[in-house]
């Protein structure tokens, strides 16, 4: 709140004046007298607010005239909460995108929100936008036949879409990378038959996709052939990430002596699991270390290995269970001691390659940092409906992929605000927007209204810090 506006209250409460609140919505600030009185229904106390005018640090207070909200004097509802929510989340997001986008960034920004509000077509995006109230007064021309010219120059304008990867991933050098499928309906020449982790072989395009392992934020997505192997895309993607001298955290599944050899070669500091049938697994190294992850007891150990580390950790409850399932193998004849020897050998280890000359335990806790870019798949597929695509040319493809990526920082947002407010146990973003959605903005005439905002959103607000509606009171 301005500090004009608090001089201004704090004169009406030497006079004597009191209950008087200051709302500021938008760029105006509107005064309500406030009190409270008995309902019987509910049996309890309840508040009631009346509009008495608004002020304004030249004109100082005007009195607003006393009204009834009728079809003449109204021009809309608007969902006011989720507005305020965005525009204090994003603003980040907007000067990069306005930086690189600088004709089409209203457009852009405007679907990336409806749709991390869950996904929506382009025939309805307009629809949907028009329910929230535009704080940014920015009004995007949101038709669908704009809208689909927009996605092609988007997909089509790789180095735009560096730009705002650049900027969102600026501060971040510690950076988690994996692959993931999305499948198609389309016959674009973009989509190809590959072999995905369901073993199913249909039309589909790999995503590849970086997030930041300090803040857990998407930083980067890139569109691969659906054949592509996992191995041969993180060469160029490593490249356009332009994170030389950062750490990058890697699935197993990129795991070969070229992929080690190359991020030396690059100056990257990386961590890579080995693959289970490694021969590296065979080399002797003394687990005297030892730490707890999510109270199970994890020995560790590290050894220098020509120009890298190795860092083996086992996990002594999964060590059982493998056991457990090993000796159940056998009982039915698919294993034999052989084999069981073998495999006991290796039963709850993981071992990981590093050039990183660390402590085990920190090793180990940046390794599992992956399971969060798992659950950025797991959003963008399922939470935002994002993996399914029936566009039929490449550039759209790429566009679409691209604001879906948007979308999932948004989302990421609300939900890295629930993580420090330590109630992301307890909600979820989609709660949030839920709750958010019902206040309101009412248009007159002469002057716009907000709704009250229910306690239960007052106490939200004030878990995560936000004070998304400000009032001051005399």
């Excluded at 007064?137 to 996605?151: C, F, G, R, V």
């Excluded at 041969?232 to 030389?244: C, T």
């Excluded at 289970?276 to 687990?287: F, P």
């Amino acid at each position: 709140m301005e500090d004009w506006a608090r001089l201004w209250l704090e004169e009406q409460r030497k006079q004597g004046k009191k209950g008087l609140e200051i709302k500021k919505i938008g760029n105006h600030h509107y005064v309500y007298y406030s009190t409270t009185h008995w309902s019987k229904q509910l049996k309890k106390r309840i508040k009631s607010s009346d509009y008495i005018g608004k002020i304004d640090s030249i004109k100082g207070f005007t009195e607003g005239v006393k009204r009834s909200i009728t079809s003449k004097n109204l021009r809309g509802i608007k969902e006011y909460g989720n507005a305020v929510l965005f525009d204090h989340l994003l603003p980040d997001l907007r000067a990069c995108l306005q930086d690189a986008f600088p004709d089409e960034w209203k457009e852009i920004y405007a679907i990336a929100i409806t749709r991390a509000m869950g996904y929506t077509p382009l025939k309805r995006i307009k629809s949907s936008w028009d329910k929230i109230y535009d704080i940014q007064e920015i009004n995007p021309q949101l038709d669908a036949k704009n809208l689909s010219k927009i996605l092609k120059l988007v997909g089509s304008d790789s180095r735009a879409q560096d730009s705002v990867f650049k900027a969102l991933s600026m501060r971040d050098k510690e950076l988690v990378y994996d692959l993931s499928t999305v499948l198609t309906r389309s016959s674009i020449n973009f989509a190809e038959i590959g072999y995905n982790k369901g073993k199913v072989h249909v039309p589909q395009i790999n995503i590849a996709l970086f997030c930041s392992m300090t803040t857990g934020l998407p930083t980067m997505i890139r569109t691969l052939p659906g054949s592509v192997r996992d191995i041969k895309s993180l060469y160029n993607s490593i490249l356009e990430a332009r994170k030389e001298g950062g750490t990058v955290v890697l699935d197993r599944g990129f795991f070969s002596k070229g992929t080690i050899q190359f991020l030396l070669e690059k100056g990257m500091n990386f961590i890579l699991p080995a693959r289970r049938n490694s021969r590296l697994y065979n080399t002797g190294i003394d687990l005297s270390g030892h730490m707890f992850y999510q109270k199970r007891l994890i020995k560790c150990g590290k050894r220098k290995n020509e120009n890298s580390f190795l860092y083996l950790f086992e996990d002594q409850q999964l060590k059982l269970e493998e056991n457990t399932t090993l000796y159940r193998k056998l009982d039915e004849d698919k294993i034999d001691e052989i084999d069981l020897t073998n495999s006991q050998e290796r039963a709850g280890k993981i071992l990981i390659v590093s050039n990183l000359d660390s402590d085990p335990k920190e090793i180990f806790m940046q390794y599992k940092s992956r399971d969060r870019i798992e659950k950025l798949f797991d959003t963008y597929k399922n939470s935002l409906h994002s993996d399914i695509l029936y566009l039929q040319d490449n550039e759209s493809i790429f566009g679409h992929i691209f604001i879906s990526f948007l979308s999932l920082y948004i989302y990421s947002k609300i939900e890295q605000t629930l993580k420090r407010a330590d109630i992301l146990d307890k909600h979820s973003p989609k709660d949030v927007l839920l709750e958010l959605s019902k206040v309101y903005l009412v248009e007159l005439d002469d002057c716009n209204l907000i709704s009250e905002v229910p306690k239960k959103l007052e106490m939200l607000d004030k878990k995560m810090k936000l004070n998304l509606f400000p009032k001051v009171r005399s």
